[in-house]
């Protein structure tokens, strides 16, 4: 190596600047993930302020709307008001479809669909919003309201509405509203949206095994267990009892809660102080039940920290379980012609318990701050799109229904006859009034700001090792109440 | 005199050579570590807008310590961790002394162990999480040869089986890298050494551990901070495998951030996780300064 000097650079200085960059690079390669995903916003407005520019831009708006709607008429193509709406991937090509027809009615509007995986949905939309993307019109979930809606990047329906030009007050269609649909879309007393679909999770059974075994259809968690216990001695299965859990989801706490809703359960005073964890409380009895169910009498299925609702429902399916809590919509899957050899035979029956009551949701069409903040004419346009998409005399809210069998938070489209038709074709001949009964008896106790952090911690830890028998059912239940007091404080 | 002007002149045209990249890092990388050092230090709450951008000092730091899942998150990243890079560089240098044998089907062999390279970490995951399910291959498997009767739900253990599960499918998906990197070194031994050994009866295991892993100990040492990085920062094979599960420090840092909506305590997590980063970094240079890598990789003089 003679030659080194002659270099014109020394090798052993140029590797060095090569190595610190590389250090550098390594160790920022962390911080570049998270820096792309969470770009400072803008200068964000507080609360007060915030709420100012958003009634001076309705304020504006109000005075504007009425030339908006008049000038909509003779608008060019090249004024076309452009909207951003961003949605979960569940049957795009009709969310596209749609669209399509939205804007053949309203050919000053452009819509520009994006959508993201469900799974990733409040982590996309938390970027989206951070770093200031276009987002006019979104779909939110009762899960995430709260958090969105402290941020600043929703705002309510109810104060924008009726300062637009509409079909109808927003009186009209917060009347026709089911509850459960409605308290699911409230956050600080106001209503922030208009449902794209509401449900609830609900008990449904092999009508053709319990009738085959002579069985009846269970109306508490005693007769369940009871039916459970007689499958399984006949041997028709192990398991009878299927629940959906992974330790990861909202719905396995959505489930878990529902059938405790079926005793009448609230889990929070007024005050969302814990009343959970009180052997008397129908949570207790309930996760107890479930612990008992996998360890005791071994009439719930074993691996039930890997169930999604579609596992369920395919073992369902395939005769390996009679009964189980599930969103409502999974029964519609469960009975789709060629979904499996049992399809057709399954049915909805009242959540059991004393109170037959169950756990309602809603998700939503939201008003982003961003479209208010673009001014009226984009309020104007993202208006009449929530309107066309999430309205009770919406074809869209309808065709969800009807096509896809998805609930629906307008209490008039159970007098729809295509509705009820539709119902009774995809659910199960008579589910239609069952439906319409359970949905009356729906609960939703609102979820604050901190319920998503809580809610995982109980999901994640706290329920598993529960039914693991890791821990206590009464220790587990405790856990759940010291995190709730952290999640409040924090 | 004159010869030093020209050296360092030659330095300054150096420098100016690798100014392109030290400007992308600085910008790409530097910066936004600079800004997650920022925001970990500030409150940035998503849900309270008011708070925002106030000094919250080491606050996000005592928050996420404090909380009920760093401890657990903690120990299944250090696990995973240890036992991911132990067994995968172990398992390599199994491979890589098989690989380098001559016999029939060494090629095929050799094809087939570095398939798992070609497969995204996210599909590994899915393909692992399969095999593992009641109605799974390995389940399958077990049940022919009589050793089961009823299927195993291994996906159903709980968090800590299956952080121990997931190493599995991350020991899959590392190891052909290692494979290859030893082989290169392998390739270098000279056989001159290997023939000598031979002859005064060196042979096996006395071969590979007096003979070829001296050779061999640069390239294990360097894998193995290499595959602790790695490791340790994993998220997506873990977050397919566990089916969205989480119990890794990567996993709670993403929760804090995007579940949580508290992105203060989410920045807090990354920077810890960079500076773990950045020492295992700084124990790959002292294992092997860049002037030796040089060397090393291209002169064969170590």
């Given amino acids: 190596m003679s030659g080194k000097k002659e270099e014109p650079v020394s090798r052993r200085s140029y590797l060095k600047y090569v190595g610190a960059g590389v250090a550098v690079a390594a160790v920022a390669a962390a911080g570049g993930a998270y820096y792309y995903s969470t770009t400072p916003p803008t200068p964000t407005p507080t609360a007060t302020a915030a709420t100012t520019a958003a009634t001076t831009a309705a304020t504006t708006a109000a005075t504007t709307a009425a030339t908006t709607a008049a000038t909509t008429a003779a608008t060019t193509a090249a004024e076309k008001t452009e909207i951003t709406f961003t949605v979960w991937q569940y049957n795009v090509a009709r969310i596209q479809d749609n669209i399509q027809k939205f804007m053949a009615l309203h050919p000053n509007i452009s819509v520009t669909e994006l959508d993201s995986p469900w799974p990733d949905w409040p982590a996309v939309m938390i970027k989206k919003f951070t770093s200031n993307s276009p987002v006019d019109v979104t779909y939110d979930g009762e899960d995430w309201l709260a958090q969105w809606a402290s941020a600043g990047w929703v705002v309510p329906l109810e104060d924008y509405w009726d300062k637009y030009v509409v079909d109808h007050p927003f009186k009209f269609y917060v009347d026709d509203m089911n509850p459960y649909a409605k308290s699911s879309m409230v956050y600080n007393g106001k209503v922030y949206g208009l449902p794209y679909y509401s449900d609830t999770f609900t008990f449904m059974y092999n009508e053709k095994m319990l009738s085959d075994n002579g069985l009846e259809v269970p109306t508490d968690w005693n007769e369940v267990q009871d039916v459970a216990l007689k499958l399984k001695q006949k041997g028709v299965m192990p398991y009878p009892f299927q629940l959906e859990f992974q330790a990861n989801n909202p719905h396995d706490f959505e489930c878990v809660l529902s059938a405790a809703y079926g005793d009448g359960a609230r889990m929070f005073d007024e005050n969302y102080n814990p009343l959970f964890n009180d052997p008397n409380h129908p949570y207790y009895k309930y996760l107890q039940w479930l612990v008992d169910g996998i360890h005791k009498y071994k009439i719930v299925s074993p691996d039930y920290l890997q169930n999604h609702e579609t596992v369920v429902a395919q073992r369902m399916g395939a005769g390996t379980g009679a009964m189980t809590v599930l969103a409502k919509y999974m029964l519609a899957a469960m009975n789709a012609p060629g979904s499996s050899a049992l399809a057709g035979n399954f049915r909805l029956a009242m959540m059991p318990g004393k109170t037959h009551e169950c756990y309602g949701f809603a998700k939503m069409y939201n008003l982003t701050k961003m479209a208010v903040d673009r001014g009226a004419k984009a309020t104007q346009a993202a208006i009449t799109f929530i309107e066309y998409f999430g309205g009770s005399k919406s074809p869209v809210a309808k065709a969800w229904a009807v096509l896809d069998g998805l609930g629906f938070g307008f209490l008039s489209l159970y007098d729809d006859p295509d509705v009820g038709a539709a119902i009774n074709t995809l659910y199960g001949l008579g589910a239609a009034d069952i439906i319409k009964q359970q949905s009356g008896l729906a609960i939703s106790e609102g979820h604050p700001v901190w319920y998503g952090q809580w809610l995982q911690y109980c999901v994640s830890t706290a329920i598993p090792q529960a039914l693991s028998k890791q821990k206590s059912v009464a220790d587990a239940l405790k856990s759940m109440a010291d995190n709730l007091a952290k999640a409040k404080s924090a | 005199m004159a010869k030093e002007t020209t050296a360092i002149q030659r330095q300054r045209v150096g420098f100016l050579l690798i100014l392109p990249a ?281």
């Fill in chain 2, 22 to 302: 030290l400007i992308l890092v600085a910008v790409f990388t530097l910066y936004p570590f600079g800004y997650a050092v920022y925001t970990s230090l500030v409150k940035n709450v998503i849900y309270r807008p008011e708070t925002r951008g106030e000094w919250n000092g080491l606050g996000n730091y005592g928050s996420v310590v404090g909380s009920d899942y760093f401890v657990p998150a903690v120990t299944n990243t250090i696990f995973f961790s240890m036992a991911a890079t132990t067994l995968t560089i172990v398992i390599a240098l199994g491979v890589t002394e098989l690989l380098n044998n001559k016999y029939r089907g060494a090629g095929l062999a050799r094809f087939l162990v570095f398939i798992p390279w070609a497969i995204p970490p996210v599909a590994a995951g899915i393909i692992w999480r399969q095999m593992f399910q009641d109605s799974g291959w390995l389940n399958k498997i077990l049940g022919l040869l009589g050793i089961i009767h009823e299927p195993v739900y291994f996906l159903a253990q709980g968090e800590s089986v299956l952080v121990l599960l997931s190493v599995i499918a991350q020991v899959w998906q590392q190891l052909p890298f290692c494979v290859i990197l030893l082989t290169a070194v392998y390739q270098l031994i000279p056989s001159e050494v290997l023939d000598s050994a031979s002859v005064d009866g060196a042979s096996g295991f006395k071969l590979f551990r007096r003979v070829r892993f001296p050779y061999l100990k640069t390239a294990v040492a360097i894998l193995l901070v290499f595959e602790l990085i790695i490791s340790f920062n994993t998220y997506d094979l873990v977050y397919t495998f566990a089916g969205g599960a989480w119990g890794l420090v990567s996993f709670y840092a993403f929760a804090e951030s995007f579940s949580f909506g508290n992105l203060g305590n989410g920045a807090a997590l990354a920077v810890v996780m960079g500076l773990v980063a950045l020492a295992l970094v700084l124990l790959i240079l002292r294992f092997l300064p860049p002037e030796k890598m040089y060397r090393y990789s291209f002169l064969s003089e170590d």
